[in-house]
């Protein structure tokens, strides 16, 4: 394949100040869970990236003293010269593949609430933190902002000793030098507030100080929300009136929109935001600065990109999300592999799993996150030991597909992957229909292209499968990805018991499923959507049918409505979207009964409530489809019988989980097939602090 010559501007070296960047792909800052507390993590992780062919990257933010504390959020912390020795790790991938290596250098002022170091949070002026409400912090006097500057140049110094070429002076999401920026932050009557000029003077002078200290070494950044999209920040005329007041002392813009409570307008989901959302206000920034500026909003397309660069708008490719989604995205643009590029589907499992789990974890990409800890390669997989074996792989769902792929590149002998619909995907067939969920098809089609690509694969549709027919199927390994499927009774986690009165097999009692793959009329006009999981299901049903006309009532036994997507910054404005769209939202609802037309229950109190409903769909917990495992399992005899020497299940069969999960699992097996027990995992390479001799003081 060879690259189309439109993309050749894409990989252009780019000069930062004393250093120069290979090419235009430049992974900004974002959290993984790792900081410097995972060190081996960190530096793979980012190192994976580098060898992808981003030319820089970054760290999340690295909080440059003990006085800014987000525990239990996983920052990256630049305390002392251990938390450098363990970054310099990540600045040396990077290097060893040509690339950059840059330091978020921050301090979140009013919101780092301290709770590990007990320091109490600061900020231009005694306002609680709209982030985190019940924190009020200290209003900095002037020895304050003196010790944070020269704690930033330290941060600086050591940075730069340890190896990073790109220094961050951070105030991107409302940290503290948009604190000092913000009116909304600042109401200081001093020499530090008031006037542009005034709310500007501390990252002014920051910048001054660092620059001072590294600027002949590194290149200098600023990551700015130009336009906060709501009170926590800037409006546009300001944001490009600090890009024009601290240009002199800036090598590189990054520049974002959104704020640390408006986050979820920076990390768009793709329910609300289109691919290069952002430019709408980011590409302003152009008409006040000569120098590069780098942009983001979840970019996969090179002719975008191309396009970007070609109009001026921005002199670099930022992508978060996108090189999480695929580390090889820029080398498969270079080398012109365009169907191999893995787009990210924007459904911010990433941000759940790094912010959450402390550990960053991708839909679309099972290997993130995995680089170190278990040693895994996006791009490279070995041959297995085993490998002159059939392997019959029954479902084809995303655990089955990823898995397949896997031992497809694995170099299995033949992998036939058979699934009872009509198409692959399983539960990806419907959810990507469901609204706002159109760029989950993303998952779908990358893995139907690798299918199609692997000469030892077969994919067989529209055949279901029964015990006798794989045990007589003629593969020696046989793994079942039969997925699963929602309770028809209304099972739920609240009371561990059905709904007296619900059963799917009603025509007034209904299921996703049933909605979505069969076809089952939705009878009459008033449909409660009854949701017990608090993800995306219910949510998406209930404004699917609110399309068709139907008048919905959207209710919850949790204490709100889709408590899930708050992990994934979609929760706000998804209830919100809700309500606009004019579905009625009941949180803390216990359904007990459905009869006579009504769904009987509590309240949020206890009390009595009744809701009407000409149907109810219910959304409530999943179950495996664990059956034909079990049979099979049940006589090892007769599966020996047919030659058939492993027998296996992944995903959702398992226990049902987020598709992130459900692919990993395909995934995980698939790379640990020719282990001595590929059932059970692999212990994986742990983090920590151990003690050589019990060192405790007594
Ligand atoms: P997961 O998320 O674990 O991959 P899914 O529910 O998305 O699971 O997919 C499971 C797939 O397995 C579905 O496409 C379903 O049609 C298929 N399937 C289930 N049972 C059988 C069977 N007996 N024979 C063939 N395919 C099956
Ligand atoms: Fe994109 Fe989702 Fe992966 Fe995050 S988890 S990088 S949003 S595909």
Redesign the pocket.
Known sequence: MTRDPKHDILFEPVRIGPKTLRNRFYQVPHCTGFGAEKPGSQALFRGMKAEGGWAAVNTEEALISSDTDYWPVVSTRVWDEDDLRNLSLMADEAHKHGSLAGIELTHGGVHADGRESRRPSMGPSQLASDYHPFVVPKAMELGDIERVREDWVRAATLSRDAGYDIIYVYGGHSYLPLQFLSPFYNKRTDAYGGSLENRARFWLETLEDVRAAVGDDCAVAVRLCIEALGPAGVELEEGIGFVVLADHLVDLWDVNVGSITDWSKDSGASRFFPEGYQLEWTGRVREVTAKPIVGVGRLTSPDRMAEIVRSGAWDLIGAA??S??DPFLPKKIEEGLYGEIRE????????MKAEWGNHI?????AT?GEEYRRGWHPEKFEPAANADNDVLVVGAGPAGMECAIVLGKRGFRRVHLVDAAPEIGGVMRWVPKLPGLGEWGRFVNWRAVQLENLKNVEVITATELSAQSIREYGAEIVILATGARWATDGLNALTHEPISGADAVLPNILTPEQIMLEGKAVPGKRVVVYDAEGYFTAAGLAERLAGEGYDVELATCLERIAPVTDETLEGPMLRQHLHDVGIRQRAGFLASEIADGLVRGTDEFGEPLELEADAVVLVTQRLSNEALYLELAEEPDALRAEGIEALYRIGDCVAPRII?EAAFDGHRLAREIDCEDPATPLPYTRERIVLESAAIRS
């Open positions: 999300r996108p999480i989604a990210c589907i924007g459904c911010n499992v990433c941000i974890g991708c839909t679309q990409n993130a992130a």
